[in-house]
């Protein structure tokens, strides 16, 4: 678990929260993309409800997908990457699809933190042993 990150490292929460916040406002973009067909107003309206973006500041009830996406962000946003994790495995697998690749480096960071404990644990253990003699 731990060896993938040997050569560059564990990624910090913080960097990760970036990472997920970054790919929540591609999707968001892409959810609110303005219409390219119907009136010039129909247009304009579409466009102009995009410039104010009203959300709640915490979480949000519901299992829609865009409750639970709001409410990975709002963990993100506090850099609680196994919260978001969380969050994001309620999505629908269709929903989930554009956050795959997060997802997949969040557990891989989740089982090198895992056997990083473990492995201080083992070396604690082995510490604790009293000393035989030859």
Do not use: M
Not at 79 to 91: C, K, P, S
């Amino acid at each position: 678990d731990l060896e993938p990150f040997a050569t560059k490292g564990l990624p910090t929460a913080r960097t990760l929260s970036a990472d997920l916040l970054a790919q929540i406002d591609k999707a968001n973009a892409a959810r609110e993309a303005a219409p390219t067909t119907g009136t010039i107003r129909d247009r304009l309206k579409a466009r102009a409800s995009h410039l104010i973006r009203i959300r709640p500041a915490g979480d949000v009830a519901g299992d829609d997908p865009a409750a639970v996406i709001d409410r990975a962000e709002v963990k993100a946003r506090d850099a609680d990457v196994d919260g978001a994790l969380a969050e994001l495995q309620h999505l629908p697998e269709t929903s989930r699809a554009p956050f795959a690749d997060w997802i997949a480096r969040a557990k891989a960071r989740q089982a090198a933190l895992a056997g990083a404990q473990a492995y201080a644990v083992q070396a604690l253990l082995t510490l604790a042993q009293p000393a035989t003699r030859p």
